[in-house]
Structure formats: C-alpha cells, structure tokens
C-alpha cells in the first residue's frame, strides 16, 4: 500500500476542500442536542447535500450508488471532513457505517435497491437491536424471538442502548429463531420496519445528560420473511460482517478528534503557567506522554488504512478491526486523562470556566465522559482479546464454567 498521495488523489482532497469552504458556512446551526426530529432534519440534509455534490457513499460501490472511491480517496474525505468540522453522519451513522455495508455484502438484490439509495440520500434513518438486558456483553445468550408464521416472523423482547431509535425508520435487529440450537447457531438477522404493530421505544438517558439511547420493547410484531438478512439460523456470521464495518472504521472521526484534543492538551499545557515561573509544558515527563500517545495515533490512523484497503478488496477486517477497536479505545481513555490532568480543576466542570483553562475545556471533559463507554460498545476490550486470541493466535477457547 502506497502512503504517498497520487495527482489524482490530490485533486480528489482539493475539490472537496473547495466545496467544503463553500457550503460549510451557508449550514445553519447545530440543534439542541436532545431535539432528536431536529438533529435527523439536520444530519439527513447534510447527507442530502454530499449525495447531490457526489460525495455520499464514498467507499461503497458505484454499482450500489457510492462513489467507488479508492481506500485512500475514502480516507482523504473522512479527514478532511473531520478536520473542517463538516458534520459527522449523526443520527444515521447507523444506516451507513453498519446497516448499509452488511446489506451491500450479504443484502438481496431487491433489499439493496430498496435500502441503498435510500440511506446515502438520507432519506432512511437506521438503528441498530443487538444489545439485551439480561445478556450483556454475551450476545449470543440473546433472547428476543423470532417464530415463523407463514409468510412472516413473530418478535417478542427487549433490546437496550438502541441508538437513534426515537428517529430511526429501520432496525438492524437480532433474534432467536432456534431456541434448541447452540446458542450462535440459532440466530437470525432481519430488518425491523420501526413503525411496525408492536414496537415501543423508551429514551434512556447517558451520564453526560444526553439521550441517543432508547430500549426497544417488541410486543408480537409482524416482519416478513423477505426482511430475513442472510440464511435463518445465519445471522451470528452476518453480525461478524456488521462488527467488522463497526469496529474496523466506525471510529475514524473519533482518530482525528484524538489528534485535535491531543494538539489542544499540548497548547493549553503551554499556556498554564505555574507559580514558580515556566509553564506546564516545561514537564518532560508530559512532553513524553503527549509525543508516546500521538505515535500511536498516527499507528491507528495506518492500521485504518489497511483495514480500509482490505475491505475494499473484498476482505472483511475481522482480525484488523479487533487490533484496532482494542488499541484505540484504550489509547483514546489516556488521551482523555491526560487532557484531564492538564486541566487540572477545570476538568471537574462540564462547561467552559473562564480562567481555568480557556473556552473549550468544557467539551474536553464531555469528550472524557464519553470515552468510559468506548471500551464498552461495539464489544468490549477483553471480547476483542478473546476474539484475537482464538481467531488470530489459534489459542484454544476458555473453559465455560457454570455454577452448580
């Protein structure tokens, strides 16, 4: 893989920093965070609007509507977005990081053309039923389930930390469809309409005050067998496809945003001064951090890089997703305490403190709030350890122990 940028690859990234500079300042301003209708209006016009300049897609196939771009043209977006601070994909990250991957991989034909355009448009907004309350990070102890009847399927239970419910039209949904099978081989994938008879959503609400999570309640509902992703009784492998999507590229605006919060950690550090003269950037030991924790930034950003390339070949990452949701998330929690420990008590306030630390920090510390959950979701760190030493190392499994 060639690091260098080609001429066409540069003209790619000046064009789209030409139109970005254009019609970034014409956006209007961002909703109220917990305005949800509002927030979709907003990210689904974004959406709208890079589909209309052609930059929807950018990574999927030309033949399902994408731009067909090349791994480093697709890379060259998601930064230059990030590094304009373009909207991120919001309320439909789902639907185009997730949904619409696994769909373009292991979709129907009549699944894809229905759902495709739909969601680079953002006419469709996705969210995604896997999590359980009573199973926890073991997703295949799920519960909810799936009775054929006919021509149709039967679901009843309960999924939790369901993203963007509240305004999604689609639902990524696992269920038990062989409650006598092994329990990753009794699991089905299917595409849950969220106006369906019987769907209820509960917003619940985050430690940081905010309520993109809802609990998804299925009371008797009726899906058709044609919303059936994969085989039935397949959809524990279909669900390594999404997990591959989620956690090989899904936090790529998250590795930019640790470069951005290392870079204002360092220019902060450089303007506190301490009361016996010099700064706190005259700490070696903290130069040393900062300069250790951008190393491996810069390594996570190669390793997206071969994940990116392979999946365009037509390689799911499973192995390169796992190394990197494992690295990153830890490595984003050292960022987040040391921005902490520079700001010192400006860090125990979830709002700007003049004085303290400057405008911002009220942001840093948000951002630290929410990096507790990263080594939580889309599987936890030690199922990624799990997953890489049994798929990548050959170890043999744990044993399971059950209580007598």
Same mark, same amino acid.
């Given at each position: ?34 305005? &949800? ?7 689904? !016009? ?13 990574? &999927? ?7 067909? *771009? ?6 060259? =977006? ?33 699944? /894809? ?8 448009? %953002? ?19 799920? /519960? ?23 305004? !999604? ?16 081989? %009794? ?19 985050? *430690?940081?005050?905010?309520?993109? =999570? ?6 008797? $509902? /009726? ?5 059936? $992703? %994969?085989?039935?009784?397949? #959809? &524990? ?13 899904? =936090?790529? #605006? ?21 009361? #016996? %003269? ?49 690295? =990153? ?25 003049? #004085? ?49």
């Amino acid at each position: 893989m060639d690091l260098r940028l080609t001429d066409q690859e540069l003209a790619f990234r000046d064009r789209l920093r030409a139109w970005q500079a254009d019609v970034l300042p014409t956006l209007p301003a961002k909703p109220d965070r917990d305005d &949800w209708p509002a927030r979709r209006r907003y990210d689904t !016009a974004w959406q709208r609007l890079l589909f209309d300049a052609g930059y929807a897609g950018v990574d &999927w196939p030309a033949e399902h509507g994408g731009l067909g *771009a090349s791994p480093t043209e697709q890379l060259i =977006f998601l930064e230059e977005t990030a590094r304009a601070r373009a909207p991120y994909v919001g309320a439909n990250f789902v639907g185009l990081l997730h949904a619409g991957p696994t769909l373009i991989v292991e979709g129907t034909e009549e699944q /894809r053309a229905r759902h495709l355009p739909r969601i680079l448009r %953002g006419e469709e907004v996705w969210c995604q039923g896997f999590s359980e309350p009573d199973a926890g990070s073991d997703l295949a102890a799920l /519960r909810t389930t799936a009775v054929r009847d006919g021509d149709h399927y039967v679901l009843n239970g309960r999924k939790v930390w369901t993203s963007h419910a509240e305004v !999604a039209d689609y639902c990524e949904l696992l269920v038990r469809t062989d409650p006598d099978a092994a329990e990753h081989k %009794g699991i089905t994938w299917l595409i849950l309409p969220m106006d369906a008879h019987g769907v209820q959503v509960r917003p619940l609400r985050t *430690a940081v005050g905010s309520s993109e =999570f809802s609990e998804l309640i299925l009371d008797d $509902v /009726r899906v058709p067998v044609t919303a059936l $992703v %994969g085989a039935e009784n397949d #959809g &524990w492998r279909v669900a390594m496809v999404t997990f591959s999507f989620e956690r090989g590229t899904a =936090f790529i #605006g998250d590795v930019i945003e640790s470069r951005n919060i290392l870079e204002e950690t360092a220019a902060i550090a450089r303007s506190v001064r301490l009361p #016996g %003269g010099g700064t706190l950037w005259d700490d070696a030991a903290l130069r040393r951090d900062v300069g250790r924790l951008t190393a491996e930034v810069s390594g996570l950003w190669s390793l997206i890089r071969k994940n990116v390339s392979e999946a365009s070949a037509g390689v799911i990452p499973v192995q390169g997703a796992s190394v990197f949701k494992l690295r =990153f998330t830890e490595s984003r929690q050292r960022i987040a305490d040391l921005a902490a420990h520079v700001l010192g008590r400006a860090s125990l306030a979830m709002s700007d403190l003049p #004085g303290l630390a400057g405008p911002g920090n009220g942001r840093i510390i948000e951002d630290r709030v929410n990096t507790l959950s990263f080594t939580i979701a889309a599987g936890t760190s030690q199922i990624q350890k799990n997953i890489l030493a049994e798929r990548a190392l050959g170890l043999p499994k744990e044993p399971r122990w059950t209580s007598r």
